[in-house]
């Protein structure tokens, strides 16, 4: 075991992204005089389908194998995939760095600095490319270009960005509708510049340019739509189900051949099957407001797609991609489209995804089944602005942050995250503060943004700047959040406020050097720099206060340094006086950032009075104390049937102090291999299910030692693997007399049930892992009767399928009275951008229930209260003990033909042997 720890030890830690040498950036120059002065210390649960004025806002399955394909054809987008080979390893680069070292600035070009404006007008008069320029109009281009971005950044690495994040600069359809396509997501030509923003050689310059300043270069990248030029001949948009037949697709004459590659040009590459209303299936298969969306079911799409951004990596020289409307394309795509466009770029090239979902666990499910190595962290997002903004407890971000395994591989963890206070969809996050707290003053809104901007700088993740937050913009949620950087012309924003300043939009915004949020990025971004452990190490939660604003407190900390960090947060107006628990007893700690000082005593406890609104990041003089590790457990599903996507394991360790567990998996046509290092509790880790073998044993192992240290104890779960998918059963019910019944999948979704001569006919939907059947008697009472689709499988041999239920799994219950006591919850999905927005009312005995209007597709959902607190927050799996309830539930889910009103109901159930049963429903509303 201690041969294999040292391996795992030093691979786990390169695969982390945390060198192991040299792992500070060098400091690069500061070519900016404002921050050579010698100043300072140092340096959604809603998740919405984002939709912005210009129908322009982005986001508002089983491993699929590289497709063997030939040389790119004008055809079909048959292009082979990219050689897989890593580029030669050339000596060490300082641009060779974990992403959670990173300080990104998010920056929408049109918008920035125009450096050549005889390109303003973009392409040949006449081309779709041409046109749209109108500085004076919101919607329209404005001039900012490639050139112009490369003549500023020095502005940029002034205030430490480590790296740029730029809007798609593919071919765009200038003008659609009543806009202008300056956000750069209605592309057209996607092997070329678009000519609004220079040239491709204006690009490499950029990115050459930024490389010389240690800096890198992150492009966004569509693969979910094109520009919209496809119309349907049945002259309707509306959503089609994939159980109906598509659109005709229809290309206008005076548009055929305008997008490039070739293959893009042919309809049958697209889904057609009409608006995507963002809810179930419509959002991977629906146009996204009318733009024409790729069938990225297709392998030669795939392919397609996927070298021809492999193209852009090998021809420009960027670092990496930012991915729009991830969760909008299928998901076997993503495994060979990073693996791809990786093997084409510098060893440093990474992909974060944008999954627009307030859930860790669905945003996770594209970094451990999707396989791409970051995404943007809306989960937090949303938190920060709750706990910041709203004045909701500090505990709703530990609540976050417990949740962080959810994007545990083996290669990364949560530190590779990108974290935001907003963006150009949902707005600013001084637009958040004025519009949570009506009559905000200026000097509170300030201190609310630097409150914000510590949490994204100090906690883990890689913090993205939205451009023009650093100059005070303001703006307005939404895309009212999309200012000029350069003067703008534009009338209603000639005069906005900006925070800090007594400057307009109407002047040019890269001037102003000594703004102090530009000031304050800069100092919280050296104690960063300064810090390794503040960039890449692990976080350790402390303390978050649970009734009201108050304090929030972390620990940061680099394995085998021993040296713990203490980050504390103060979100109340007043002072707060804490004892906050640490791993460094018997020590000083002394201020990396403000002035805070504290003794902790023998057991490592600390007391500290944090000023209103205010922060600090405190060091341990004194070494952290070595974890221990007592009993080890793992926990999880015994078996795993056919729509499994994903398994959650769970290791129960006894410990005190910095302790790991490196997870293990091993099995039937599983070779043994490491699946991740987790660094803090709680021990948990999400399995990629997908590439399973059908039938057979998989074995997860953790083995547990304190931090940078050989395993000490270990422990192992097997689980089932049954692919096999459940027909029509004969089920005979244990108890004669019922006069109703109903039949559920584990996930929630409705299984039929028709009445038979000595029972009932259950078919199961595809995919079911087990069955949950509810019996109803006339006296009120109702028998719960459940058995996993593996069990029904084994116990019907071929041509029998007539199931009693062992009495065994046999539970009689009675509704409960008024089990809720004045709780408010909600049903929050898919639907409802995840919002709580639908009340559950009181609808008859221990039931309760919202009629909610659903599109045709698949719905997911789950009851919960306004905080999604762990109490009262109810999902999946569902089994003998009813809905799993905790912060880690899964989501229900239900399939909707057409168009209806749902009835989704909660129900309580008291049971005779003890206990409360929570059970969904979900029925259209006749």
């Known amino acids: 075991m201690r041969q294999r720890w040292a391996l795992i030890g030093l691979l786990g830690w390169t695969l982390l992204g945390v060198s192991l040498a040299g792992c500070d950036p060098v400091a690069a120059p500061r070519l900016d005089p404002a921050v050579d002065r010698g100043v300072g210390a140092a340096g959604t649960d809603a998740g919405a389908d984002g939709a912005g004025l210009d129908g322009d806002a982005e986001d508002l399955g089983p491993d699929a194998p590289a497709t063997d394909a030939e040389a790119t054809d004008a055809q079909a987008p048959d292009a082979q995939a990219p050689d897989a080979q890593a580029p030669d390893a050339g000596p060490p680069s300082p641009l060779d760095r974990p992403l959670a070292d990173e300080i990104i600035y998010f920056v929408l070009t049109d918008r920035f600095a125009n450096g050549d404006p005889t390109n303003d007008l973009g392409g040949p008069e006449g081309s779709v490319t041409h046109g749209g320029f109108d500085p004076t109009a919101e919607r329209f281009w404005h001039g900012g270009d490639l050139r112009g971005l490369t003549a500023h950044l020095d502005y940029l690495q002034g205030f430490g960005i480590t790296a740029l994040w730029i809007t798609p600069v593919v071919g765009q359809r200038a003008v659609q509708r009543t806009s202008g396509a300056y956000h750069g997501y209605w592309g057209l030509d996607f092997e070329r510049v678009d000519p609004h923003l220079g040239t491709e050689a204006d690009l490499v310059a950029l990115v050459q340019a930024a490389h010389a300043r240690e800096m890198k270069v992150f492009l966004d990248v569509v693969l979910n739509h094109t520009a919209d030029v496809i119309q349907y001949a049945e002259g309707r948009t509306d959503y089609r189900p994939l159980s109906q037949p598509a659109y005709t697709p229809v290309v206008p004459a005076d548009l055929a051949g305008v997008k490039a590659p070739a293959w893009l040009n042919d309809p049958q590459h697209y889904n057609n099957r009409g608006n995507s209303t963002f809810t179930g299936e419509s959002t991977v298969y629906g146009d996204f407001h009318g733009l024409d969306d790729l069938d990225t079911r297709q392998p030669a799409v795939v392919a397609g797609l996927t070298a021809l951004f492999a193209d852009w990596v090998r021809r420009t020289g960027v670092d990496g991609f930012r991915v729009d409307t991830v969760k909008h394309v299928d998901l076997p795509l993503w495994p060979p489209f990073v693996a791809g466009v990786r093997a084409a770029g510098a060893p440093w090239f990474t992909l974060f995804g944008e999954i627009w979902e307030g859930d860790p666990a669905a945003v996770g499910r594209y970094v451990t089944v999707g396989r791409l190595p970051s995404a943007l962290d809306f989960p937090l997002q949303a938190a920060l602005r709750q706990v910041v903004s709203q004045g909701q407890p500090p505990a709703r971000l530990a609540q976050v942050f417990a949740r962080d395994d959810h994007y545990l591989t083996a290669e990364g963890d949560a530190r590779n995250l990108v974290t935001f206070l907003g ?70 924003w000639q005069g906005q406020r900006q925070l800090g300043t007594d400057s307009t939009p109407a002047r040019a915004n890269h001037e102003e050097l000594d703004h102090p949020l530009r000031e304050g990025l800069f100092h919280l971004g050296r104690v960063r720099r300064d810090h390794p452990a503040l960039r890449h190490g692990v976080q350790l939660e402390r303390f978050a206060q649970a009734d009201g604003p108050g ?55 600390l007391t500290l009075t944090v000023p209103g609104l205010d922060f600090a990041v405190l060091r341990a003089e004194g070494p952290m104390s070595a974890g221990r590790v007592g009993a080890v457990a793992v926990s999880g599903p015994a078996r795993v049937g056919a729509g499994a996507e994903r398994i959650s394991v769970e290791a129960r360790v006894e410990a005190q102090g910095p302790v790991q567990v490196q997870w293990w998996i091993r099995g039937d046509g599983v070779p043994e291999r490491p699946a991740g290092i987790d660094l803090a509790p709680p021990y948990r880790l999400d399995l990629d299910a997908t590439g399973l073998p059908e039938q057979g044993e998989l074995r997860v192992r953790a083995e547990v030692g304190p931090w940078d240290r050989p395993p000490v104890e270990a422990a192992e779960l097997t689980v089932t693997i049954d692919r096999r998918v459940l027909g029509e059963v004969a089920l005979i019910p244990p108890t004669a007399g019922h006069t109703w019944a109903r039949a559920l999948t584990t996930d929630g979704r409705p299984a039929a049930l028709a009445r038979a001569a000595d029972g009932w006919t259950l078919r199961a939907p595809p995919g079911a892992d087990g069955l949950v059947v509810l019996l109803g008697f006339p006296d009120g009472r109702a028998e719960l009767a459940t058995a996993a689709a593996v069990d029904l499988l084994a116990a019907t041999p071929a041509g029998q399928r007539v199931v009693p239920w062992a009495p065994a799994t046999v539970r009689t219950l009675r509704p409960a009275d008024d089990p809720l006591e004045g709780v408010a919850l909600f049903a929050r999905g898919s639907f409802s951008a995840w919002m709580a927005r639908d009340r559950l009312v009181p609808v008859g005995p221990g039931r309760y229930a919202a009629d909610i209007a659903l599109g045709a597709g698949e719905h997911t959902y789950k009851f919960a209260d306004l905080a999604w607190g762990a109490a009262a927050n109810f999902g999946g799996p569902v089994g003998g003990d009813g809905l799993t309830v905790g912060a880690d539930s899964s989501n229900l889910r239900l399939t909707a033909d057409a168009p209806a009103t749902w009835r989704l109901a909660l129900e309580a159930w008291d049971a005779a042997d003890g206990g409360r049963v929570w059970l969904p429903a979900a029925a259209v509303v006749e």
């Open 423 to 492: 963006n150009h969809d949902m707005g600013r996050f001084a637009a958040f503060l004025f519009e949570d707290r009506p009559g905000l003053s200026e000097g509170e809104a300030l201190a609310r943004l630097r409150l914000g901007h510590a949490l994204l700088f100090f906690t883990r993740g890689a913090p993205a700047i939205y451009y023009g937050d650093e100059q005070g913009f303001v703006g307005s949620p939404g895309g009212g959040s999309r200012q000029d950087m350069l003067p703008t012309q534009v009338p209603d």
């Open 551 to 605: 304090v929030y407190a972390c620990s940061r900390a680099v394995p085998g340094e021993g040296v713990e960090y203490l980050v504390v947060v103060n979100t109340a107006a007043g002072p707060q006086t804490v004892t906050v628990p640490t791993d460094s007893p018997s020590t000083a700690f002394v201020p990396a950032y403000g002035e805070l000082r504290a003794q902790s005593d023998a057991a490592g406890r």
